[in-house]
């Protein structure tokens, strides 16, 4: 699974979700004006930048030197560092928040990672993050074609946190206290079917490998059957998430 891919590349495929859905996340994270948040996972930016818009401080970590790169150039006043969830390199209660979007499930010990979220929050402060709902998320509409053609094969339904509960579950096990989880969504409309279909070619993530591991033949049948399944466009994808946040 990929996401050292050019910053550019995975906002036209996930940014175009992203974006819209860090407004409602934040919302639901309950962050302030001159609050001090850390993003984890923070990719190119998309929960970052509207962190930045709503007056919060802003630190950011991610994995990928890309995308470490590309906050770095666009936001040079932002503290942003590479790393990982499970490892993050600050003191403890450096933050009133830390959040992240779209990342639990692609974290390697998701327990260990909210944990280290709440470590470096301070007391009373919030952690939150939010996942995309298994058979409602922005990624939806292309494993239903996926399905159709290959039923059983494995799709990002099955990445922790992509269900009701399993976010406070863990949670929980990480000690947060007064944990809340409910979904959040955001609508998206495609102009076109190319529009929706071309960033899947791009190789971003679970579903970019899918498609890159298939040969030219079995690719082109999966774009006819996603166009059979979704028409030609303009269509609304609903992208639906699992939020938690939980208090130190």
């Known amino acids: 699974m990929s996401f050292e891919v050019p910053p550019d590349a995975y906002a036209r495929f996930m940014g175009r979700y992203a974006e819209p859905l ?31 818009s709503v007056g919060a401080r802003v630190s950011a ?10 906050i770095r150039a666009r936001y040079p006043e932002v503290d942003v560092r590479q790393g990982t969830a499970e490892e993050l390199p600050y003191g403890a209660a450096a933050f009133d928040a830390a959040l992240a979007q779209l ?13 280290q979220m709440a470590r470096v929050t301070r007391r009373g402060g919030i952690v939150a ?20 053609i290959e039923p059983d094969a494995e799709d990002e339904a099955l ?19 007064d944990v809340q989880e409910r979904p959040i969504a955001a609508d998206v409309v495609h102009p076109t079917f190319e529009e929706w279909w071309e960033p899947y070619t791009f190789g971003v993530g679970p579903a970019g490998d899918y498609v890159q591991s298939l040969d030219d033949a079995d690719r082109a ?5 996603a166009r059979e399944h979704l028409g030609s466009g303009p269509f609304t994808v609903t992208a639906t998430a699992w939020a938690a946040r939980g208090t130190v």
């Open 22 to 52: 860090a407004k409602v996340f934040a919302a639901f994270s309950e962050v302030n004006a001159g609050d001090n948040v850390l993003d984890v996972g923070c990719g190119p930016g998309a929960l970052t930048a509207h962190l930045l």
């Open 61 to 70: 970590i991610d994995p990928s030197p890309p995308f470490v790169d590309a």
């Open 103 to 115: 990342v639990v499930h692609f974290m390697t010990d998701p327990v260990v990672g909210i944990g």
């Open 129 to 148: 993050a939010c996942v995309w709902d298994g058979p409602t998320g922005a990624l939806a509409p292309f494993w239903e074609a996926v399905h159709l």
């Open 159 to 177: 990445l922790s946190g992509a269900h009701r509960g399993q976010l406070t579950e863990i949670f929980e096990a990480a000690g947060l206290r």
């Open 221 to 225: 049948r999966l774009e006819s059957v």
